[in-house]
């Protein structure tokens, strides 16, 4: 491996102590099989690759991560702006769902399964994108990406058959998953220690800019330009401007066609299987009545087995896609949690508030942009500023990363005391509070996880990170729906017994009464318990790993 293709903050990892950091078995273990090294290292080309492992130290690989040219930086932000489209697609997918099928003249069931299939795809790709693209290249692979995804964008508003539908729909989910772990890959891989912090904050902006624009973007598309069509046409001229970038600033590295032969494929078989039906089991579940639903039933025991065979034989495989020994790290270990964790907690700020508008005032996604654009449009300040703070010598990264949960969870408790009268304007204070929490506590977990391991392990963290990203996307709206649904219920019945000591309305109006009130109640009662969620992952920071900064190790004090 050389010294060019160092994919991890070497600064970072320098200023961990040496009785912390990652052991030294642990690294000549990963170098001394070449499909390990070599799929850790980024793709080099094929000049480089066999250099000595002794020419890769930090102060070599910092030297050369400094080589920071403008042509290098278009690419990145080409990269930058790819990811950003893949997570709007998704999002703005789902909002004007009902729109689609209307328009298609498809039915409630039938049409569930469009965002349904698009999330398995996008969950398949997130693991394996890293892999692919070392042996591929980054650049060839994410233009090959990036340009089926956009292909299959144009043709999308001419298909009216539903199982052609459902098909382009899961591979363009498939490709489009692919392009937001290479964004990790590749600021990891190519920045330089002085700024690599900002680039983890806009790699945060996957989780907090791009899902709260996309309600004013849906709106825009539906109830602005009454064009069903942009839904789909939205990513062709962002992803044309990218690809351009990409295939101008990216280098091209040598592909390496010999480590389809050392690859887990049998393994993969049975986790790509698995990771599917886990998938339609989340986004399903709660229509279909969970366990009351041999669907829902077979596809989350049967997907969770095959994923728990494929994460076995990836353990014991000499060149697996996903290194779960890194897990044993505690900051990769409980991080991972915590940030999985955080997943669930952010829809605090973009689904709670949504379904109160819409269940109470009919809200459509035009009406509820602001409230997504309060949490959205900060992060452009607020997420640069968080890696600023953290580059100061006496920040401790884990108290940043408490104070973004406090935040969180005072935003919660802010939320819980909603009421039929709340508008838009009501959740002021409460987004505010996400829009400054979200980015302290996420981008000082990215830099607390990723500073404990070799620049050879890049990949795999980059391929954990974005499996988790988008498994607690899936399951924390699950959970969220299941809570809000067994809630209503116990409080309407509750409002119906005390309706009926009292001198109640008319049939009609008790009826409607009864179940606004229990969807705020229900609505409340979840904030109330995102809230608890929160404050108890406070201590669990704590437990981390303290990281110094990382102006501390490259300027440390004589």
């Known amino acids: 491996m050389t010294s060019a293709t160092v994919t991890l903050n070497t600064a970072a990892t320098a200023s961990v102590p040496a009785a912390t950091r990652p052991s030294t078995a642990n690294t000549a273990t990963s170098t001394s099989t070449p499909t390990i090294t070599e799929a850790a290292a980024g793709a080099a080309p094929s000049a480089t690759a066999n250099s000595s492992p002794s020419n890769n130290t930090p102060a070599t690989a910092s030297r050369n991560a400094n080589a920071l040219t403008p042509r290098l930086a278009a690419g990145l932000t080409g990269i930058f702006l790819a990811a950003m489209i893949a997570g709007i697609n998704n999002r703005v997918g789902s909002l004007t769902l009902a729109d689609l099928r209307g328009a298609s003249g498809f039915g409630l069931d039938d049409g569930s ?27 060839r692979f994410h233009l090959m990406m990036l340009g089926t995804c956009s292909a299959i964008a144009c043709v999308l508003p001419f298909v009216q058959d539903m199982s052609l539908l459902l098909i382009l729909r899961a591979l363009q989910g498939l490709t489009a998953g692919a392009l937001i772990p290479l964004l990790m890959m590749a600021a990891l891989r190519f920045l330089p220690p002085s700024i690599r912090l900002y680039a983890l904050a806009l790699y945060s902006m996957t989780a907090t800019f791009a899902p709260n624009v996309s309600t004013w973007l849906a709106g825009l598309w539906t109830d602005q330009l009454l064009d069903l069509r942009m839904v789909y046409w939205q990513v062709i001229p962002a992803g044309l401007i990218a690809g351009l970038l990409v295939a101008w600033g990216v280098p091209q590295d040598m592909p390496k066609p010999e480590r389809f032969g050392q690859a887990n494929w049998f393994g993969l078989i049975f986790g790509a299987l698995g990771l599917a039906l886990v998938a339609v089991g989340l986004d399903q579940g709660n229509r279909l009545e969970w366990f009351a639903s041999p669907l829902i039933s077979t596809c989350l025991v049967v997907g969770l087995l095959l994923v ?17 020994q890194l897990l044993s790290r505690r900051n990769l270990g409980l991080g991972f949690t915590i940030f999985f964790s955080l997943l669930v907690i952010f829809l605090s700020g973009s689904l709670l508030p949504s379904l109160h508008l819409g269940h109470t005032w009919d809200y459509r996604a035009q009406q509820s942009a602001p409230i997504g654009l309060m949490i959205g449009l900060p992060q452009l300040i607020v997420a640069p500023a968080v890696s600023l703070l953290l580059y100061r010598r006496w920040v401790d990264a884990r108290a940043v990363m408490a104070l973004g949960l406090a935040c969180l969870s005072l935003s919660c408790v802010i939320g819980a005391h909603l009421t039929s009268e709340w508008m838009w304007t009501e959740f002021m204070w409460a987004q505010s509070l996400q829009a400054i929490g979200q980015p302290l506590a996420v981008v000082a977990l990215l830099f607390l996880s990723t500073s404990v391991v070799q620049p050879m392990e890049g990949p795999y963290v980059s391929g954990m990170v974005n499996l988790l990203r988008a498994l607690g996307t899936l399951a924390g709206s699950a959970a969220i729906s299941r809570l809000i649904e067994l809630r209503t219920r116990f409080h309407s019945e509750m409002l119906l017994d005390h309706a009926a000591r009292a001198q109640a309305p008319a049939p009609a109006d008790l009826a409607s009464t009864i179940a606004g009130q229990a969807a705020v109640l229900s609505i409340a009662d979840a904030y109330w318990a995102l809230a608890a969620f929160a404050a108890i992952l406070i201590p669990l ?15 440390p004090k004589h």
Do not use: C, D, N
């Not at 698009?118 to 290249?137: K, Q, V």
């Not at 014991?316 to 779960?324: D, E, G, M, Q, V």
């Not at 920071?541 to 300027?555: D, E, G, N, W």
């Open 308 to 324: 728990a065979y494929y994460l076995f034989t990836e353990w014991h495989h000499p060149a697996p896609f996903i290194k779960l």
């Open 113 to 139: 399964w469009i965002t349904t299939v698009y999330s398995a795809g996008e969950l398949l790709a997130m693991p394996i994108a890293g892999w692919f693209a070392i042996t591929l290249s980054l650049r």
């Open 541 to 555: 920071v704590f437990a981390l790993q303290y990281i110094p900064s990382p102006t501390a190790a490259m300027h």
